[in-house]
Every structure is written in structure tokens, then in C-alpha cells.
């Protein structure tokens, strides 16, 4: 089952992907019209990213999609949850700081039950040895 939050960082880096694609899809059809147009250069030797803008794009959108699949991998197997870990720890420590609930929803992402019940197990009136 996918978050809300896992579900917003797949949407920007398929935007990103997506983005990438039609950007190459332009640097081809404009180099497809030089070759054409001039076809001795379509006989130079092979052109190298520092040689030329559409390989170094072309270059470009390989890592960019080798960097989704493997977003898409950690999201599969749950490996953001670090990062959640790393949320609900700064919320404690907010909240050991006198933040309530309603800092925590906005400063860390928290839904409102998430917020109300870390601000209820570790806010002031609660027990600090827990």
C-alpha cells in the first residue's frame, strides 16, 4: 500500500522523466534534420557527450531513469521508511520542546491523528521515561 507521501515523490520524478523524454524528443528530431541536412557530419565518427548537447541529454536521461527505477525499488520494498522514522523523531523532539499537534502536522507531514497522538505520548503531562 502506497502513501500519499510515496505517491508525491513518484508523481514529481515521473513529471521529471516525462519532462526529459520531450526534451530528447526535440534535440532528435533537430539533430535528425542536421544529419539530413548536412550529411557529411552523419559520417564524422561517433559523437561524445562533450561533443554534443543530444548525446550528453541522451546521456542524462539514462541516469535519470536508472534513479526512478531505483526510487520505484525502495518504494516497492519500503526502504522510505527511514525517512518517517526520522519524521516521527524530530516530532518528539518538537513536542518535548512544547510544539502541539497542530506545529507537527505542518512542520513534519504528520496527519492529525499522527500529530495528536505523538503530542499526547510525549508532551508535557505525559511520562518523560517512556
Do not use: F, K, N
Given at each position: 500500500m502506497?502513501?500519499?507521501?510515496h505517491?508525491?515523490?513518484?508523481a ?18 533537430g539533430?535528425w534534420?542536421?544529419?539530413r ?8 565518427a ?5 561533443d ?11 541516469e ?10 525502495r ?6 521508511a527511514d525517512?518517517?522514522?526520522q ?12 510544539a502541539?499537534?497542530?506545529?507537527l ?6 496527519s ?8 499526547t ?10
Amino acid at each position: 500500500m502506497m502513501g500519499w507521501e510515496h505517491a508525491g515523490l513518484l508523481a514529481v520524478a515521473w513529471a521529471t522523466a516525462t519532462l526529459c523524454l520531450a526534451t530528447l524528443a526535440g534535440w532528435l528530431a533537430g539533430g535528425w534534420r542536421r544529419r539530413r541536412l548536412i550529411p557529411a557530419l552523419a559520417l564524422d565518427a561517433a559523437p561524445t557527450a562533450a561533443d554534443d548537447p543530444q548525446v550528453a541529454l541522451e546521456q542524462r536521461l539514462r541516469e535519470l531513469e536508472t534513479a526512478l527505477e531505483q526510487l520505484r525499488g525502495r518504494l516497492e520494498r519500503g526502504g522510505l521508511a527511514d525517512h518517517r522514522e526520522q519524521l516521527y523523531a524530530q516530532a518528539i523532539r518538537m513536542v518535548h520542546r512544547g510544539a502541539v499537534a497542530a506545529e507537527l502536522v505542518t512542520l513534519c507531514g504528520l496527519s492529525r491523528s499522527e500529530a495528536e497522538l505523538i503530542a499526547t505520548m510525549h508532551g508535557a503531562s505525559s511520562s518523560r521515561d517512556c
